[in-house]
């Protein structure tokens, strides 16, 4: 029995590998994922992240211009060149491994893995046509088969709002440390800017202003995202929920957020700028809410909810930047940084959910990970529907 039962389980070891081996896999990675360069003369310059650049010894101007022609921001001449690794400033003493270890483990596993790298300071909506283009590669590449996501943060609002648009090419999805039901978004990132290892500029709020990406990733205004149906992602400071519209400029003028907690009157260009951004991301909310006419591909969620994480940002509050507090709000179990509650995919989506303990950046990184992908191949493969049926192949 013993010896039978050893055969069964070698057999099942090859049968899984096998069926692992059919399924590509890619990943997409969050808000500051990849490395951003230039070529001058022939070599290339990084521009985002080097070990340099996180100690503070550099300082690259990462600005977008933020003027548009055709409904489209203009462009710079920087490019994602690929997933973010990791960064290391002083060796054992302050670094930080960011994607390397999920991409190596991913590469270890025998299956077809590829990562999908986008310049994260652009619109979503673009960065959403791209990713579907490249999943329509990766299909074509396996003979029309089906493609299996791996998203991280707003990796995962891009495949949200992807898989409403061609769901035919899904796979499956794991959502991990996924923003998908809003709050006060990166705003925190355009109001006060952020810190990167020990450099307060690359990513200020001067530089951050003009990445359109960061004005689309706020609770949209019609439809409810958490149990509390009050919660808008501004309060006042005695905790109240203050009514805002986040795709409305007029209410980032009202409450003097943004530019505008510095500047009372920015420039036409910035003004333009903002509008055209906010109109993007309206849309983009749209296009991530549940839709009863598609079938949808088995879902999985991880998320964080052992980290207290601030709710929202304090209007006046003790540790104000420009009238808004970022650090001293009310708090809630999440990753640190996303809310557990505001990681639950939009009312009407079914999914599996299976929570971790793991700060935000290193969520992907959780053990479980792996093997919930191979359910997740499993299951379709029970299902029968692995391949595209819209491919010109089949």
């Given at each position: 029995d013993s010896m039978q039962q050893k055969r069964k389980t070698r057999e099942e070891k090859k049968r899984r590998k096998l069926l692992r081996a059919e399924v590509p896999l890619v990943?997409?990675?969050g808000y500051k994922g990849s490395v951003l360069a230039?070529?001058?003369?022939?070599?290339?310059?990084?521009?985002?992240?080097?070990?340099?650049?996180?100690?503070?010894?550099?300082?690259?101007?990462?600005?977008l211009p933020m003027t548009w022609t055709d409904g489209v921001q203009d462009r710079d001449?920087?490019?994602?060149?690929?997933?973010?690794?990791?960064?290391?400033?002083?060796?054992?003493?302050?670094?930080?491994?960011?994607y390397g270890l999920w991409l190596a483990k991913a590469k270890a596993s025998g299956r077809p893995t590829y990562e999908f790298?986008?310049?994260?300071?652009r619109s979503n909506l673009e960065t959403v046509t791209r990713f579907l283009l490249y999943l329509q590669w990766i299909s074509a590449k396996h003979h029309g088969r089906k493609v299996q996501i791996c998203a991280h943060s707003l990796g995962a609002v891009i495949t949200m709002a992807a898989m409403n648009l061609k769901p035919e090419l899904f796979h499956s999805v794991l959502f991990c440390g996924a923003p998908l039901r809003g709050g006060p978004g990166l705003c925190d990132n355009i109001h006060g800017g952020t810190v990167v290892g020990r450099n307060h500029n690359i990513t200020g709020a001067d530089v951050a202003v003009t990445?359109?990406?960061?004005?689309?990733?706020?609770?949209?205004?019609?439809?409810?995202?958490?149990?509390?149906?009050?919660?808008?992602?501004?309060?006042?400071?005695?905790?109240?929920?203050?009514?805002?519209?986040?795709?409305?400029?007029?209410?980032?003028?009202?409450?003097?957020?943004?530019?505008?907690?510095?500047?009372?009157?920015?420039?036409?260009?910035?003004?333009?700028?903002?509008?055209?951004?906010?109109?993007?991301?309206?849309?983009?909310?749209?296009?991530?809410?549940?839709?009863?006419?598609?079938?949808?591909?088995?879902?999985?969620?991880v998320a964080?909810?052992?980290?207290?994480?601030?709710?929202?940002?304090?209007?006046?509050?003790?540790?104000?930047?420009?009238?808004?507090?970022?650090?001293?709000?009310?708090?809630?179990?999440?990753?640190?940084?996303?809310?557990?509650?505001?990681?639950?995919?939009?009312?009407?989506?079914?999914?599996?959910?299976?929570?971790?303990?793991?700060?935000?950046?290193?969520?992907?990184?959780?053990?479980?990970?792996?093997?919930?992908?191979d359910d997740l191949v499993e299951k379709v493969a029970e299902t029968g529907a692995l391949f595209n049926l819209a491919h010109p192949k089949l």
């Amino acid at each position: 029995d013993s010896m039978q039962q050893k055969r069964k389980t070698r057999e099942e070891k090859k049968r899984r590998k096998l069926l692992r081996a059919e399924v590509p896999l890619v990943t997409i990675h969050g808000y500051k994922g990849s490395v951003l360069a230039r070529k001058v003369n022939g070599q290339l310059d990084v521009l985002w992240l080097t070990a340099f650049q996180a100690a503070g010894f550099s300082t690259p101007d990462l600005s977008l211009p933020m003027t548009w022609t055709d409904g489209v921001q203009d462009r710079d001449d920087v490019e994602s060149m690929h997933t973010l690794k990791a960064v290391t400033v002083v060796p054992y003493l302050y670094e930080a491994d960011l994607y390397g270890l999920w991409l190596a483990k991913a590469k270890a596993s025998g299956r077809p893995t590829y990562e999908f790298s986008y310049d994260w300071r652009r619109s979503n909506l673009e960065t959403v046509t791209r990713f579907l283009l490249y999943l329509q590669w990766i299909s074509a590449k396996h003979h029309g088969r089906k493609v299996q996501i791996c998203a991280h943060s707003l990796g995962a609002v891009i495949t949200m709002a992807a898989m409403n648009l061609k769901p035919e090419l899904f796979h499956s999805v794991l959502f991990c440390g996924a923003p998908l039901r809003g709050g006060p978004g990166l705003c925190d990132n355009i109001h006060g800017g952020t810190v990167v290892g020990r450099n307060h500029n690359i990513t200020g709020a001067d530089v951050a202003v003009t990445f359109a990406s960061l004005y689309q990733m706020a609770q949209d205004v019609d439809h409810g995202h958490t149990a509390d149906p009050t919660y808008t992602g501004i309060a006042d400071a005695q905790g109240n929920d203050l009514p805002i519209n986040w795709y409305d400029i007029e209410d980032w003028k009202k409450y003097k957020l943004g530019i505008f907690g510095k500047e009372e009157n920015p420039s036409p260009v910035v003004i333009e700028h903002m509008k055209n951004s906010l109109k993007e991301g309206r849309k983009l909310r749209e296009l991530m809410k549940h839709r009863a006419d598609i079938k949808y591909p088995p879902i999985t969620v991880v998320a964080s909810n052992t980290i207290p994480t601030p709710l929202c940002m304090v209007q006046n509050g003790p540790k104000s930047v420009h009238g808004w507090d970022l650090e001293t709000s009310a708090t809630a179990l999440g990753d640190g940084r996303i809310p557990y509650a505001h990681m639950i995919p939009a009312p009407g989506f079914v999914y599996d959910l299976y929570p971790s303990s793991l700060p935000h950046v290193e969520v992907i990184n959780d053990p479980k990970i792996p093997h919930l992908l191979d359910d997740l191949v499993e299951k379709v493969a029970e299902t029968g529907a692995l391949f595209n049926l819209a491919h010109p192949k089949l």
